[in-house]
Protein backbone atom coordinates (compact mmCIF):
# COMPACT_ATOMS: atom_id res chain seq x y z
CA UNK A 1 0.00 0.00 0.00
CA UNK A 2 1.40 3.51 -1.57
CA UNK A 3 1.23 6.39 1.37
CA UNK A 4 -2.50 8.30 1.14
CA UNK A 5 -0.26 11.45 1.32
CA UNK A 6 1.97 10.29 -1.88
CA UNK A 7 -1.14 9.78 -3.94
CA UNK A 8 -3.28 13.07 -2.60
CA UNK A 9 0.29 14.99 -3.86
CA UNK A 10 0.25 13.01 -6.98
CA UNK A 11 -3.31 13.76 -7.90
CA UNK A 12 -2.82 17.39 -6.73
CA UNK A 13 0.41 18.01 -9.14
CA UNK A 14 -1.16 15.72 -12.08
CA UNK A 15 -4.99 15.80 -12.07
CA UNK A 16 -6.87 13.43 -10.55
CA UNK A 17 -7.68 11.68 -14.07
CA UNK A 18 -3.55 10.91 -14.38
CA UNK A 19 -3.45 9.01 -11.60
CA UNK A 20 -4.82 5.42 -11.59
CA UNK A 21 -5.78 3.02 -8.91
CA UNK A 22 -8.50 0.76 -9.85
CA UNK A 23 -7.80 -2.77 -9.12
CA UNK A 24 -8.48 -3.31 -13.03
CA UNK A 25 -6.01 -1.03 -14.06
CA UNK A 26 -3.67 -2.32 -12.13
CA UNK A 27 -4.11 -5.95 -13.63
CA UNK A 28 -3.54 -4.61 -17.43
CA UNK A 29 -0.15 -3.17 -15.88
CA UNK A 30 0.48 -6.16 -13.91
CA UNK A 31 2.27 -7.78 -17.49
CA UNK A 32 3.49 -7.47 -20.81
CA UNK A 33 3.95 -8.93 -24.09
CA UNK A 34 6.63 -11.75 -22.46
CA UNK A 35 4.67 -15.26 -22.21
CA UNK A 36 6.09 -17.45 -18.61
CA UNK A 37 7.22 -14.60 -16.57
CA UNK A 38 5.71 -13.65 -13.13
CA UNK A 39 3.09 -10.90 -13.30
CA UNK A 40 2.98 -8.12 -10.15
CA UNK A 41 0.02 -5.40 -9.69
CA UNK A 42 1.83 -2.32 -9.03
CA UNK A 43 0.20 0.15 -6.68
CA UNK A 44 -0.81 2.67 -8.77
CA UNK A 45 -0.17 4.15 -12.45
CA UNK A 46 0.09 7.33 -12.88
CA UNK A 47 0.33 9.13 -16.83
CA UNK A 48 2.70 12.41 -17.21
CA UNK A 49 2.09 14.78 -19.71
CA UNK A 50 4.98 16.86 -19.21
CA UNK A 51 8.78 16.34 -18.42
CA UNK A 52 7.98 18.68 -15.44
CA UNK A 53 5.34 15.97 -14.52
CA UNK A 54 8.22 13.09 -14.92
CA UNK A 55 10.67 15.23 -12.50
CA UNK A 56 7.24 15.97 -9.77
CA UNK A 57 6.72 12.32 -9.94
CA UNK A 58 10.29 10.80 -9.72
CA UNK A 59 10.93 13.76 -6.71
CA UNK A 60 8.19 12.55 -5.05
CA UNK A 61 8.95 8.89 -5.63
CA UNK A 62 12.61 9.45 -3.95
CA UNK A 63 10.79 11.13 -0.76
CA UNK A 64 8.31 8.22 -0.24
CA UNK A 65 11.03 5.71 -1.23
CA UNK A 66 9.46 3.58 -4.06
CA UNK A 67 10.20 2.05 -7.04
CA UNK A 68 8.91 3.51 -10.75
CA UNK A 69 8.88 1.41 -14.27
CA UNK A 70 8.81 3.44 -17.36
CA UNK A 71 6.40 1.58 -19.66
CA UNK A 72 5.33 2.37 -23.30
CA UNK A 73 2.84 -0.09 -25.07
CA UNK A 74 4.41 -3.21 -23.01
CA UNK A 75 5.14 -4.45 -25.95
CA UNK A 76 8.84 -6.50 -24.98
CA UNK A 77 9.54 -9.41 -24.73
CA UNK A 78 11.55 -9.35 -22.01
CA UNK A 79 9.49 -9.27 -19.20
CA UNK A 80 10.78 -5.24 -19.12
CA UNK A 81 7.33 -3.39 -17.63
CA UNK A 82 6.72 -5.72 -15.13
CA UNK A 83 6.43 -4.09 -11.71
CA UNK A 84 7.88 -6.52 -10.01
CA UNK A 85 8.79 -4.73 -6.68
CA UNK A 86 5.53 -2.93 -6.65
CA UNK A 87 5.35 0.73 -6.83
CA UNK A 88 4.42 3.07 -9.47
CA UNK A 89 3.92 2.48 -13.15
CA UNK A 90 5.00 5.36 -15.45
CA UNK A 91 2.47 5.24 -18.56
CA UNK A 92 4.46 7.87 -21.11
CA UNK A 93 1.46 7.69 -23.80
CA UNK A 94 0.32 10.91 -22.83
CA UNK A 95 3.40 12.34 -24.36
CA UNK A 96 2.90 11.61 -27.61
CA UNK A 97 3.77 14.59 -30.13
CA UNK A 98 5.81 14.94 -32.66
CA UNK A 99 7.51 18.22 -31.72
CA UNK A 100 9.56 18.63 -35.26
CA UNK A 101 10.42 17.78 -38.62
CA UNK A 102 13.33 19.01 -39.94
CA UNK A 103 14.12 18.65 -43.96
CA UNK A 104 16.80 20.19 -44.16
CA UNK A 105 19.04 18.55 -41.17
CA UNK A 106 16.78 15.14 -42.14
CA UNK A 107 15.83 14.86 -37.91
CA UNK A 108 12.83 14.70 -36.11
CA UNK A 109 12.34 15.28 -32.49
CA UNK A 110 9.35 13.38 -30.73
CA UNK A 111 7.93 12.54 -27.34
CA UNK A 112 8.33 8.88 -26.29
CA UNK A 113 4.84 8.09 -26.36
CA UNK A 114 4.61 8.65 -30.19
CA UNK A 115 3.90 5.32 -31.85
CA UNK A 116 6.84 4.42 -34.18
CA UNK A 117 4.03 4.33 -37.34
CA UNK A 118 2.59 7.30 -36.28
CA UNK A 119 6.05 9.08 -37.05
CA UNK A 120 6.72 7.45 -40.11
CA UNK A 121 3.38 8.22 -41.55
CA UNK A 122 3.98 11.93 -40.78
CA UNK A 123 7.72 12.28 -42.33
CA UNK A 124 6.19 9.94 -45.37
CA UNK A 125 3.98 13.52 -46.48
CA UNK A 126 8.09 14.54 -46.89
CA UNK A 127 9.53 11.82 -48.51
CA UNK A 128 11.58 10.70 -45.61
CA UNK A 129 11.39 7.08 -43.25
CA UNK A 130 12.61 6.26 -39.79
CA UNK A 131 13.78 3.04 -40.82
CA UNK A 132 13.71 1.00 -37.73
CA UNK A 133 10.89 -1.19 -38.00
CA UNK A 134 9.79 -4.24 -34.87
CA UNK A 135 6.94 -6.28 -35.73
CA UNK A 136 4.70 -4.05 -33.47
CA UNK A 137 5.56 -1.43 -35.60
CA UNK A 138 1.71 0.69 -35.64
CA UNK A 139 1.61 -0.34 -31.77
CA UNK A 140 5.04 0.44 -29.98
CA UNK A 141 5.71 3.42 -28.86
CA UNK A 142 9.49 5.61 -29.93
CA UNK A 143 10.46 5.38 -25.82
CA UNK A 144 9.92 1.90 -25.66
CA UNK A 145 11.94 0.82 -28.68
CA UNK A 146 14.69 3.83 -28.28
CA UNK A 147 15.08 2.14 -24.59
CA UNK A 148 14.69 -1.69 -25.56
CA UNK A 149 17.04 -0.58 -29.02
CA UNK A 150 14.24 -2.27 -31.30
CA UNK A 151 15.57 -3.95 -34.30
CA UNK A 152 13.01 -5.41 -36.64
CA UNK A 153 12.58 -6.37 -40.44
CA UNK A 154 15.35 -4.02 -41.95
CA UNK A 155 17.95 -4.32 -39.81
CA UNK A 156 20.19 -5.73 -42.19
CA UNK A 157 20.96 -2.96 -44.38
CA UNK A 158 19.49 -0.09 -42.47
CA UNK A 159 20.31 -1.12 -38.78
CA UNK A 160 18.27 -1.10 -35.53
CA UNK A 161 17.12 1.89 -33.17
CA UNK A 162 20.82 3.24 -31.96
CA UNK A 163 21.63 4.03 -35.17
CA UNK A 164 19.10 6.48 -35.59
CA UNK A 165 19.01 8.45 -32.11
CA UNK A 166 20.68 11.38 -32.19
CA UNK A 167 19.90 13.44 -28.47
CA UNK A 168 17.86 12.74 -26.09
CA UNK A 169 16.61 14.26 -22.79
CA UNK A 170 16.49 12.42 -20.01
CA UNK A 171 15.10 12.60 -16.44
CA UNK A 172 17.32 10.75 -14.06
CA UNK A 173 16.98 8.86 -11.14
CA UNK A 174 17.89 12.18 -9.11
CA UNK A 175 14.90 14.13 -10.87
CA UNK A 176 17.58 15.96 -12.56
CA UNK A 177 17.58 16.34 -15.99
CA UNK A 178 19.80 15.81 -18.77
CA UNK A 179 19.49 16.81 -22.49
CA UNK A 180 22.61 15.77 -25.35
CA UNK A 181 23.52 15.20 -28.73
CA UNK A 182 22.01 17.22 -31.10
CA UNK A 183 21.44 17.90 -35.12
CA UNK A 184 24.95 17.69 -36.28
CA UNK A 185 26.14 14.77 -37.70
CA UNK A 186 29.29 14.74 -36.40
CA UNK A 187 29.37 15.14 -32.32
CA UNK A 188 31.98 13.25 -29.90
CA UNK A 189 31.64 15.34 -27.07
CA UNK A 190 32.32 13.61 -23.85
CA UNK A 191 31.50 9.85 -22.85
CA UNK A 192 28.89 8.55 -25.52
CA UNK A 193 26.13 8.66 -23.54
CA UNK A 194 23.28 7.75 -26.04
CA UNK A 195 24.82 4.38 -26.48
CA UNK A 196 24.88 4.43 -23.17
CA UNK A 197 21.13 5.11 -22.71
CA UNK A 198 19.61 3.83 -25.95
CA UNK A 199 18.72 -0.03 -25.09
CA UNK A 200 18.88 0.65 -21.74
CA UNK A 201 15.72 -0.44 -20.63
CA UNK A 202 14.49 2.50 -18.28
CA UNK A 203 17.09 1.49 -15.79
CA UNK A 204 19.05 4.41 -15.97
CA UNK A 205 16.51 7.29 -16.93
CA UNK A 206 13.07 7.83 -18.20
CA UNK A 207 13.59 9.76 -22.05
CA UNK A 208 11.01 12.45 -22.85
CA UNK A 209 12.59 13.69 -25.80
CA UNK A 210 14.03 11.93 -28.47
CA UNK A 211 16.05 13.58 -31.29
CA UNK A 212 16.12 10.56 -34.37
CA UNK A 213 17.99 10.80 -37.66
CA UNK A 214 15.21 10.20 -41.03
CA UNK A 215 16.48 9.16 -44.31
CA UNK A 216 14.82 9.47 -47.81
CA UNK A 217 12.24 6.77 -48.62
CA UNK A 218 13.64 4.20 -51.36
CA UNK A 219 12.21 5.18 -54.59
CA UNK A 220 12.20 1.37 -55.56
CA UNK A 221 11.60 -1.91 -53.91
CA UNK A 222 11.39 -5.65 -55.50
CA UNK A 223 10.18 -8.46 -52.82
CA UNK A 224 10.59 -12.47 -53.13
CA UNK A 225 9.52 -15.46 -51.83
CA UNK A 226 12.09 -18.20 -51.95
CA UNK A 227 11.66 -21.87 -51.08
CA UNK A 228 13.80 -24.57 -50.14
CA UNK A 229 12.71 -28.20 -48.92
CA UNK A 230 16.10 -27.98 -46.81
CA UNK A 231 16.74 -25.73 -43.71
CA UNK A 232 20.11 -25.78 -44.53
CA UNK A 233 20.21 -24.74 -47.92
CA UNK A 234 18.03 -22.13 -46.77
CA UNK A 235 20.94 -21.00 -44.31
CA UNK A 236 23.40 -21.48 -46.95
CA UNK A 237 21.17 -19.03 -49.37
CA UNK A 238 21.46 -16.33 -46.65
CA UNK A 239 25.39 -16.22 -46.32
CA UNK A 240 25.51 -16.59 -50.52
CA UNK A 241 23.69 -13.35 -50.89
CA UNK A 242 25.75 -11.17 -48.27
CA UNK A 243 28.49 -13.20 -49.98
CA UNK A 244 27.90 -12.15 -53.16
CA UNK A 245 27.59 -8.49 -51.72
CA UNK A 246 23.56 -7.96 -52.07
CA UNK A 247 22.38 -6.11 -48.88
CA UNK A 248 18.79 -6.92 -48.99
CA UNK A 249 16.80 -4.23 -46.79
CA UNK A 250 15.07 -7.48 -45.73
CA UNK A 251 16.41 -10.97 -45.54
CA UNK A 252 13.73 -13.28 -43.16
CA UNK A 253 13.07 -16.97 -42.89
CA UNK A 254 10.42 -18.97 -41.60
CA UNK A 255 10.68 -22.85 -41.04
CA UNK A 256 8.17 -25.44 -41.93
CA UNK A 257 6.52 -25.23 -38.48
CA UNK A 258 6.17 -21.37 -38.99
CA UNK A 259 5.05 -21.62 -42.70
CA UNK A 260 2.15 -24.06 -41.56
CA UNK A 261 0.90 -22.12 -38.55
CA UNK A 262 1.06 -18.88 -40.57
CA UNK A 263 -1.05 -20.38 -43.41
CA UNK A 264 -3.42 -22.06 -41.21
CA UNK A 265 -3.72 -18.36 -39.32
CA UNK A 266 -3.50 -15.83 -42.42
CA UNK A 267 -4.50 -18.11 -45.40
CA UNK A 268 -2.14 -16.06 -48.20
CA UNK A 269 -1.07 -19.14 -49.97
CA UNK A 270 2.12 -19.59 -48.20
CA UNK A 271 3.83 -23.36 -49.49
CA UNK A 272 2.89 -25.41 -46.42
CA UNK A 273 4.86 -28.39 -48.06
CA UNK A 274 8.45 -26.27 -47.83
CA UNK A 275 11.19 -26.85 -45.03
CA UNK A 276 11.66 -23.38 -44.98
CA UNK A 277 10.96 -20.11 -47.10
CA UNK A 278 13.26 -16.73 -47.42
CA UNK A 279 11.07 -13.41 -47.16
CA UNK A 280 13.85 -11.32 -49.09
CA UNK A 281 13.44 -7.48 -50.31
CA UNK A 282 15.99 -5.06 -51.94
CA UNK A 283 15.34 -1.42 -51.94
CA UNK A 284 17.18 1.48 -53.42
CA UNK A 285 17.03 3.58 -57.00
CA UNK A 286 14.78 1.85 -59.30
CA UNK A 287 18.50 0.61 -61.74
CA UNK A 288 19.89 -0.70 -58.44
CA UNK A 289 16.97 -2.76 -57.34
CA UNK A 290 16.72 -4.19 -60.69
CA UNK A 291 20.53 -5.24 -60.94
CA UNK A 292 20.03 -6.40 -57.51
CA UNK A 293 16.36 -8.32 -58.04
CA UNK A 294 18.41 -10.35 -60.48
CA UNK A 295 20.98 -11.02 -58.37
CA UNK A 296 18.78 -12.29 -55.46
CA UNK A 297 17.11 -14.66 -57.73
CA UNK A 298 20.44 -16.00 -59.54
CA UNK A 299 21.91 -16.83 -56.23
CA UNK A 300 18.42 -18.21 -54.95
CA UNK A 301 18.35 -20.32 -57.71
CA UNK A 302 22.44 -21.80 -57.20
CA UNK A 303 21.69 -22.36 -53.54
CA UNK A 304 18.77 -24.80 -54.58
CA UNK A 305 15.73 -23.12 -53.75
CA UNK A 306 12.55 -25.40 -55.38
CA UNK A 307 10.78 -22.14 -56.37
CA UNK A 308 11.31 -18.20 -56.49
CA UNK A 309 8.79 -15.89 -57.04
CA UNK A 310 8.79 -12.42 -57.55
CA UNK A 311 5.69 -9.98 -55.70
CA UNK A 312 4.14 -8.49 -58.90
CA UNK A 313 3.04 -5.42 -57.62
CA UNK A 314 2.40 -3.58 -53.81
CA UNK A 315 -0.59 -5.78 -52.77
CA UNK A 316 1.55 -9.18 -53.46
CA UNK A 317 4.14 -7.67 -51.41
CA UNK A 318 2.02 -6.16 -48.67
CA UNK A 319 0.87 -9.83 -48.73
CA UNK A 320 4.25 -11.32 -48.15
CA UNK A 321 5.29 -9.02 -45.32
CA UNK A 322 2.41 -9.59 -43.84
CA UNK A 323 2.98 -13.35 -43.44
CA UNK A 324 6.16 -12.60 -41.75
CA UNK A 325 4.55 -9.74 -39.48
CA UNK A 326 2.01 -12.78 -38.08
CA UNK A 327 4.57 -15.74 -37.59
CA UNK A 328 4.03 -14.47 -33.81
CA UNK A 329 0.56 -14.50 -33.65
CA UNK A 330 0.40 -17.57 -35.04
CA UNK A 331 2.29 -19.87 -33.33
CA UNK A 332 0.89 -18.09 -30.04
CA UNK A 333 -2.29 -19.59 -31.06
CA UNK A 334 -1.06 -23.19 -31.10
CA UNK A 335 -0.43 -23.74 -27.45
CA UNK A 336 -1.36 -22.29 -24.26
CA UNK A 337 2.45 -20.36 -24.02
CA UNK A 338 5.17 -18.88 -26.46
CA UNK A 339 8.50 -18.88 -25.06
CA UNK A 340 10.18 -16.54 -27.98
CA UNK A 341 13.80 -16.13 -27.60
CA UNK A 342 16.44 -13.96 -29.91
CA UNK A 343 19.19 -15.61 -29.58
CA UNK A 344 21.55 -14.16 -32.38
CA UNK A 345 24.72 -15.28 -34.21
CA UNK A 346 27.35 -13.95 -37.22
CA UNK A 347 24.81 -14.49 -40.41
CA UNK A 348 28.15 -16.68 -41.10
CA UNK A 349 26.83 -18.92 -38.45
CA UNK A 350 23.18 -19.23 -39.23
CA UNK A 351 23.16 -22.70 -40.74
CA UNK A 352 24.83 -24.12 -37.50
CA UNK A 353 22.36 -22.08 -35.53
CA UNK A 354 19.51 -22.99 -37.06
CA UNK A 355 20.74 -27.07 -37.51
CA UNK A 356 21.44 -26.92 -33.54
CA UNK A 357 17.87 -25.51 -32.67
CA UNK A 358 16.32 -28.40 -34.67
CA UNK A 359 18.57 -31.00 -32.32
CA UNK A 360 17.37 -29.25 -29.27
CA UNK A 361 13.37 -29.44 -29.98
CA UNK A 362 14.37 -33.06 -30.64
CA UNK A 363 16.65 -33.72 -27.61
CA UNK A 364 14.15 -32.03 -24.94
CA UNK A 365 10.59 -33.45 -27.03
CA UNK A 366 9.53 -29.93 -27.80
CA UNK A 367 8.14 -28.12 -30.28
CA UNK A 368 9.84 -24.87 -31.87
CA UNK A 369 9.00 -22.80 -34.76
CA UNK A 370 11.62 -20.56 -36.08
CA UNK A 371 11.58 -17.55 -38.31
CA UNK A 372 13.26 -14.03 -37.68
CA UNK A 373 15.67 -11.63 -39.49
CA UNK A 374 17.81 -14.19 -40.53
CA UNK A 375 19.88 -11.51 -42.47
CA UNK A 376 21.19 -10.07 -39.02
CA UNK A 377 21.74 -13.51 -37.52
CA UNK A 378 19.10 -13.29 -35.62
CA UNK A 379 16.77 -15.98 -35.19
CA UNK A 380 13.33 -16.41 -32.95
CA UNK A 381 13.40 -20.36 -32.31
CA UNK A 382 10.05 -20.18 -30.36
CA UNK A 383 8.91 -22.58 -27.90
CA UNK A 384 5.33 -23.87 -27.95
CA UNK A 385 4.21 -24.87 -24.92
CA UNK A 386 2.18 -24.59 -21.44
CA UNK A 387 3.23 -23.27 -18.21
CA UNK A 388 1.20 -25.43 -16.40
CA UNK A 389 2.81 -28.04 -17.56
CA UNK A 390 5.54 -28.35 -15.12
CA UNK A 391 7.64 -31.16 -16.12
CA UNK A 392 7.26 -29.22 -19.81
CA UNK A 393 8.56 -26.22 -18.38
CA UNK A 394 11.39 -27.62 -16.92
CA UNK A 395 12.39 -29.05 -20.28
CA UNK A 396 11.93 -25.34 -21.74
CA UNK A 397 14.21 -24.06 -19.15
CA UNK A 398 17.08 -26.46 -20.22
CA UNK A 399 16.22 -25.71 -24.04
CA UNK A 400 16.24 -22.17 -23.41
CA UNK A 401 19.61 -21.86 -21.70
CA UNK A 402 21.39 -24.68 -24.16
CA UNK A 403 19.89 -21.94 -27.64
CA UNK A 404 21.74 -19.53 -25.36
CA UNK A 405 25.04 -21.71 -24.76
CA UNK A 406 25.21 -22.63 -28.58
CA UNK A 407 24.55 -18.95 -29.56
CA UNK A 408 27.59 -17.63 -27.17
CA UNK A 409 29.53 -20.55 -28.56
CA UNK A 410 29.11 -19.28 -32.23
CA UNK A 411 30.18 -16.06 -31.46
CA UNK A 412 26.56 -14.96 -30.75
CA UNK A 413 24.31 -12.65 -28.27
CA UNK A 414 22.15 -13.41 -25.86
CA UNK A 415 19.88 -11.06 -26.92
CA UNK A 416 19.77 -9.20 -30.73
CA UNK A 417 16.93 -7.13 -30.28
CA UNK A 418 14.05 -8.05 -27.50
CA UNK A 419 16.63 -6.97 -24.51
CA UNK A 420 17.36 -8.65 -21.01
CA UNK A 421 14.66 -6.81 -19.10
CA UNK A 422 13.86 -9.90 -15.90
CA UNK A 423 13.64 -12.75 -19.00
CA UNK A 424 17.45 -12.89 -19.36
CA UNK A 425 18.79 -10.74 -16.29
CA UNK A 426 19.98 -14.18 -14.95
CA UNK A 427 22.02 -15.47 -18.02
CA UNK A 428 24.09 -12.05 -18.21
CA UNK A 429 27.43 -14.03 -16.67
CA UNK A 430 27.52 -16.31 -19.72
CA UNK A 431 27.80 -13.57 -21.90
CA UNK A 432 29.42 -10.64 -20.21
CA UNK A 433 31.55 -12.92 -17.16
CA UNK A 434 31.38 -11.80 -13.83
CA UNK A 435 33.78 -8.69 -14.54
CA UNK A 436 31.58 -7.45 -17.10
CA UNK A 437 28.43 -7.80 -14.97
CA UNK A 438 30.15 -6.19 -12.56
CA UNK A 439 30.64 -2.71 -14.69
CA UNK A 440 26.84 -3.16 -15.78
CA UNK A 441 26.40 -2.98 -12.32
CA UNK A 442 28.65 -0.52 -11.32
CA UNK A 443 27.15 2.25 -14.24
CA UNK A 444 23.36 1.29 -12.44
CA UNK A 445 24.46 2.09 -9.28
CA UNK A 446 26.21 5.57 -10.36
CA UNK A 447 23.44 6.60 -11.88
CA UNK A 448 20.46 5.10 -9.85
CA UNK A 449 22.01 3.98 -6.23
CA UNK A 450 18.66 2.74 -5.12
CA UNK A 451 17.15 0.78 -8.04
CA UNK A 452 14.78 3.44 -7.82
CA UNK A 453 14.28 2.64 -11.99
CA UNK A 454 12.78 -0.30 -13.18
CA UNK A 455 14.40 -2.35 -10.18
CA UNK A 456 14.60 -6.37 -11.27
CA UNK A 457 15.76 -5.82 -14.75
CA UNK A 458 19.13 -6.36 -16.60
CA UNK A 459 21.38 -5.37 -13.31
CA UNK A 460 19.99 -7.14 -10.01
CA UNK A 461 20.21 -5.72 -6.91
CA UNK A 462 22.26 -7.93 -4.27
C1 LIG B 1 4.34 -9.64 -31.96
C2 LIG B 1 5.60 -8.92 -31.54
C3 LIG B 1 6.58 -8.67 -32.50
C4 LIG B 1 7.75 -7.99 -32.13
N1 LIG B 1 8.69 -7.77 -33.09
C5 LIG B 1 9.84 -7.16 -32.76
C6 LIG B 1 10.87 -6.97 -33.73
O1 LIG B 1 10.74 -7.34 -34.90
N2 LIG B 1 12.00 -6.36 -33.33
C7 LIG B 1 12.20 -5.93 -32.05
O2 LIG B 1 13.25 -5.38 -31.73
N3 LIG B 1 11.23 -6.09 -31.11
C8 LIG B 1 10.08 -6.69 -31.42
N4 LIG B 1 9.11 -6.87 -30.46
C9 LIG B 1 9.34 -6.36 -29.10
C10 LIG B 1 8.73 -4.95 -28.82
O3 LIG B 1 7.64 -4.72 -29.63
C11 LIG B 1 9.75 -3.83 -28.97
O4 LIG B 1 10.78 -3.95 -28.02
C12 LIG B 1 9.11 -2.43 -28.82
O5 LIG B 1 9.95 -1.48 -29.38
C13 LIG B 1 8.79 -2.03 -27.40
O6 LIG B 1 8.04 -0.82 -27.42
P1 LIG B 1 6.94 -0.50 -26.30
O7 LIG B 1 6.43 0.88 -26.51
O8 LIG B 1 5.93 -1.56 -26.24
O9 LIG B 1 7.87 -0.54 -24.98
P2 LIG B 1 7.56 -1.19 -23.58
O10 LIG B 1 7.41 -2.65 -23.72
O11 LIG B 1 6.47 -0.46 -22.90
O12 LIG B 1 8.92 -0.86 -22.83
C14 LIG B 1 10.15 -1.40 -23.26
C15 LIG B 1 11.27 -1.00 -22.29
O13 LIG B 1 11.48 0.39 -22.36
C16 LIG B 1 11.28 1.01 -21.08
N5 LIG B 1 10.63 2.30 -21.37
C17 LIG B 1 9.48 2.53 -22.04
N6 LIG B 1 9.29 3.86 -22.16
C18 LIG B 1 10.33 4.47 -21.55
C19 LIG B 1 10.70 5.83 -21.33
N7 LIG B 1 9.99 6.84 -21.80
N8 LIG B 1 11.85 6.07 -20.64
C20 LIG B 1 12.62 5.06 -20.17
N9 LIG B 1 12.31 3.77 -20.35
C21 LIG B 1 11.19 3.48 -21.03
C22 LIG B 1 10.44 0.04 -20.29
O14 LIG B 1 10.67 0.18 -18.89
C23 LIG B 1 10.94 -1.30 -20.82
O15 LIG B 1 12.12 -1.67 -20.17
C24 LIG B 1 7.93 -7.55 -30.79
C25 LIG B 1 6.94 -7.79 -29.84
C26 LIG B 1 5.78 -8.48 -30.20
C27 LIG B 1 4.73 -8.70 -29.15
Given at each position: MLPTQLIAELKSTLGAANVLTDKEDMITYSFDATAGMPSKNPDLVVCPNSTEDVVAIVKLANKYNIPIYPRGSGTNLSGGTIPIEGGIVLSMLNMNQILEVDQDNLVAVVQPGVVIQSLNNEVLKYGLIYP?????VTTATMGGSTMECSGGLRGLKYGVTKHYIMGMQLVLASGEVIKWGGKTVKNVSGYDLTALFTGSEGTLGIVTEILVKLIPTPEARQSFLAVFDDVDKAGRCISAIIRNKIIPATLEIMDNMTIRTVEEYA?????????AVLLIEVDGYRESVAREAEQVLKVCREEGASDVQAAKDDAARDKLWAARRAALPALARVSPTTVLEDATVPRSRIPEMLKAIRQIALKYDLKIGTFGHAGDGNLHPTILTDKHNAAEMHRVEQAVNEIFTVAISLG????????????KAGFLNMEFGPAGVDVLRRLKEALDPDY???????VRRD
Open positions: PDPGTKIGLPTDAEGTLSGEHGIGMARLNPGKI
